[in-house]
């Protein structure tokens, strides 16, 4: 376990404006705000999603897309720096009429609505090459 | 991408009474402390559920009912003034004993055990309409 | 409801190590720092699970464990105190590359990656047997 202590700069409460994609609205509130470390929860409503999966054996992403309205029931995510960029590494459980759900990484979706819960912590999250998940990570 | 800084007022840890409602039990803790903004996630377990989901096109809610137990595996929500009542917005991932999945927005469902933490914010959230969505949006 | 304010004592950002397993992760973390409450959020993936579900009529739990890789696409739960040991009372959300959605209560998990929030509260939590469900139960 790689831990560290942080500490909260500042906190933020946000609503996702309908038609945008929904992980760029928390990476323009990063960015805006900036926000170097950060992590979040949410819940709202998509009009469609690309989910990602990684291949933890060809380290290659595989993607899933939902052309149809779904609930977010709940989304998880945190904010830190990758490639010079502010990074909101998302992850999102999407749910049909039915009550089915659907999860993963959230690369995309159009929000319908959503609403976000944000703290930002002192410092920076800096996303590092992994060699052995070729992921890139932070900490 | 709408948002405010925030700043946390109190802090409140809680479990829900068996046979009680999932969103009355988390309604009850904001009327009796006076909560009129605040963010909350929680797990547990359920005896049922209902769950809504908002036709995007329609603009109405249609509803599925689970009459089973269920394991609450994540639920997160916030609480804000909606029609001179506070309303604890709530979503919520549930779960069958094959490891099934069903989420949504969770009207109702009753608690078989609960355990939730809730951030209150200064200032209030209230509800409104909105045009686009035909929701009832905060901020 | 049963519930009490609690105040925050510290707050860490957490990256779990690739083959460890899950909740051990969290428990280690809490271990080390001696967090005697605590709420947590985490996300990541994992090699494979094994979900608990609690048979709420029987008042036994029954296991499901899944051999492949899953997204975890939410975590939360929070850290006590149970029979002299700081225990992590984990739930997830897991996701199959389809976006097939499993969740339960996260018995163990073989690591991926995985990232998490955890905040320690003043004082702490200590699960006791509860009656009506007979599950271990603080507050």
């Given at each position: ?15 996702m404006e309908t038609g945008a994609d929904w992980?760029e609205e ?20 998509v009009q469609d ?61 159009t929000v319908f609505a959503g ?25």
């Amino acid at each position: 376990m790689h831990y560290r202590e942080v500490r909260t700069k500042r906190e933020f409460a946000a609503r996702m404006e309908t038609g945008a994609d929904w992980r760029e609205e928390i990476e323009t509130l990063a960015a805006e705000e900036e926000i170097d470390a950060g992590f979040f929860y949410a819940l709202g409503a998509v009009q469609d999603a690309e989910l990602w999966f990684y291949d933890q054996r060809d380290k290659e992403y595989e993607t899933v897309q939902f052309e149809e309205p779904l609930e977010v029931a709940a989304c998880v995510g945190n904010v830190a720096w990758l490639d010079a960029e502010r990074f909101a590494h998302t992850h999102a459980v999407l749910s049909r009429p039915s009550g089915q759900a659907l999860a993963g990484h959230l690369h995309a979706g159009t929000v319908f609505a959503g609403e976000c819960y944000m703290r930002e912590f002192e410092g920076e999250f800096v996303r590092e090459p992994d060699e052995t998940t070729d992921l890139d990570l932070w900490l």
